[in-house]
């Protein structure tokens, strides 16, 4: 079965449109409890969408239960048809959800100028008040607790942002990081690291970097390591293992060798 490309339609978003069509093949018959759908490659030249709209649709479906992603494996149908309610469910996730996507972009363009800022004009203060929110974000990483690590990572960005002694800036951030509590973004964060934990450490490791540049005012060493941090999760979240897609392309991440070391591959 191929799927339509995608028209001028009722919804508000892309992944709504991709979610309803997957859902009328459910329906349909076409996909039965217990299917694979196809590589996300093939429903997104058939459908004529992005990598991020897919995955967005797809994670939607999966905080109702109607579809599981199987790391390194596929996407699978996990029931035999979806109610009406379990559809409204869906949809509204995805038409009343910010784009995680989107928001990654727009918070990279932001972090990146107000770090920049905050190596200016931070006091003593701010840069302690910096490293602890990092070691509170730490210590929850360490010991595995997803959720409050998830938690404390707003703080730890918002330390950042207060450093800038910039109302504006702190405001704009705040509300960027607020929008990181909506079930579509904290359901493609758990399966981002439910797919491979040894991520944690990577992000441990680069989350480290940032504060080592900030607190020590290199500038370009800190633009270099934020820019790095929000590459490597939009590659992961959205373009892992399979070649980029036409609408939105995500650059991979060229992993570059510091004077501290060699940073590593990501997997």
């Known amino acids: 079965m191929t799927f339509e490309k995608v028209a001028q339609t009722k919804f508000k978003k892309k992944s709504s449109f991709i979610a309803d069509q997957i859902l009328r093949m459910i329906n349909s018959g076409g996909y039965t409890a217990g299917s694979k759908l196809p590589s996300e490659r093939i429903i997104t030249e058939q459908m004529g969408v992005s990598r991020p709209s897919l995955r967005e649709a797809i994670s939607a479906l999966q905080i109702v239960g109607l579809l599981e992603s199987r790391p390194g494996d596929g996407t699978y149908v996990c029931i035999p048809s979806a109610t009406e309610d379990l559809k409204r469910q869906a949809l509204t996730v995805l038409e009343e959800c910010d784009s995680p996507y989107e928001n990654m972009q727009a918070r990279r363009a932001m ?113 270099r390591e934020l820019e790095h941090h929000f590459d490597i999760q939009i590659e992961q979240i959205y373009n892992q293992n399979e070649e980029n897609s036409h609408e939105h392309p995500v650059k991979p991440t060229l992993i570059a060798k510091d004077k501290g070391g060699d940073r590593g591959n990501i997997r």
């Open 111 to 223: 972090e990146i100028g107000a770090a920049q800022l905050a190596i200016k004009v931070a006091t003593d203060a701010d840069l302690v008040a910096l490293k602890e929110a990092w070691d509170e974000k730490c210590a929850r990483g360490r010991r595995g607790d997803l959720e409050e690590y998830l938690r404390y990572g707003k703080e730890f960005h918002l330390a950042i942002a207060r450093a800038t002694k910039n109302r504006v800036i702190e405001g704009i951030m705040e509300r960027l990081l607020n929008l990181t509590i909506q079930p579509l973004w904290i359901n493609m964060r758990r399966e981002y690291f439910r797919n491979d934990p040894s991520r944690i450490e990577l992000m441990l490791d680069i989350h480290d970097r940032i504060v080592k540049a900030i607190t020590e005012r290199n500038t370009e060493k800190a633009i």
